[in-house]
């Protein structure tokens, strides 16, 4: 079955850090991904897609993720953390032969320590 | 342009009650969906409708049911609601056409409800 593994439920960085979040998928077929943030108390924000292309997308906020398909992964990164990225972040692949269907990973919580 | 819109933003029941939650979206966007979100098992999908006039069953969907009334509108009703209910309720809307822009989701606020 398809899914998403976010290794860390949560990791803390200290504010000024590089970050890197975990996302491996199982899926056959080459993935749609993408990476959402949810603020505490708030609704999905789009941080950056991968459809097809060069494999190091650029998104919101500074954040970049790569695309490796040998490894099946998708990482998000950030070379400086801000006290505001705080948050909870998701890895999701799009299933779009059904329906577009999003599965998404369980989440990995960002503390930033000042 | 409003996005995608859900009411109520807050619910608490007791069990046994019902309640239909609401969602429009004024992108003009085929496929819509309903997905809950726990602590510790990201986002759900409860159910979608890929186009108008269908609708799917997700991961979860018992004790649900959906009804896509037109293009812009897509309700989730609780018939008889359970402790095990209690969540935030997500709507999303995407293009649905399978190519790779028209299948980014875009999310409403949500609803949190308590079932007592």
């Known amino acids: 079955a398809q899914s998403v593994t976010q290794p860390d439920i949560h990791i803390t960085v200290s504010e000024g850090a590089s970050l890197e979040l975990r996302c491996n998928y199982s899926?056959?077929?080459?993935?749609?991904l993408f990476w959402y943030v949810q603020s505490p108390g708030q609704g999905l924000q789009l941080l950056l897609k991968?459809?097809?292309?060069?494999?190091l997308v650029q998104g919101i906020k500074g954040f970049e993720a790569e695309f490796k398909r040998s490894q099946s992964s998708f990482n998000l990164r950030k070379p400086s953390v801000h006290w505001s990225d705080a948050a909870e972040y998701f890895c999701?692949?799009?299933?779009?032969?059904?329906?577009?269907?999003?599965?998404f990973g369980a989440g990995t919580i960002l503390r930033v320590k000042s | 342009n409003a996005g995608v819109t859900q009411t109520p933003k807050f619910q608490v029941l007791k069990t046994g009650q019902s309640m239909t939650l609401q969602c429009a979206q004024d992108?003009?966007?085929?496929?819509m969906y309903w997905y809950r979100q726990d602590p510790g098992m990201g986002l759900r999908l409860i159910y979608y409708s890929a186009s108008e006039g269908t609708t799917d069953k997700g991961e979860v969907p018992n004790g649900y049911n959906v009804s896509r009334l037109n293009k812009r509108e897509f309700s989730l009703r609780l018939e008889s609601a359970a402790p095990s209910q209690t969540s935030v309720y997500f709507c999303?809307?995407?293009?649905?056409?399978?190519?790779?822009?028209?299948?980014?989701?875009?999310f409403g606020p949500g609803t949190r409800l308590t079932v007592l």
């Open positions: 992108m003009n966007h085929n496929s």
């Open positions: 991968y459809f097809s292309g060069d494999t």
């Open positions: 999303a809307s995407s293009g649905g056409s399978g190519s790779g822009r028209s299948s980014e989701q875009f």
């Open positions: 999701a692949v799009v299933l779009w032969e059904y329906g577009n269907k999003l599965v």
């Open positions: 899926y056959g077929a080459t993935p749609y």
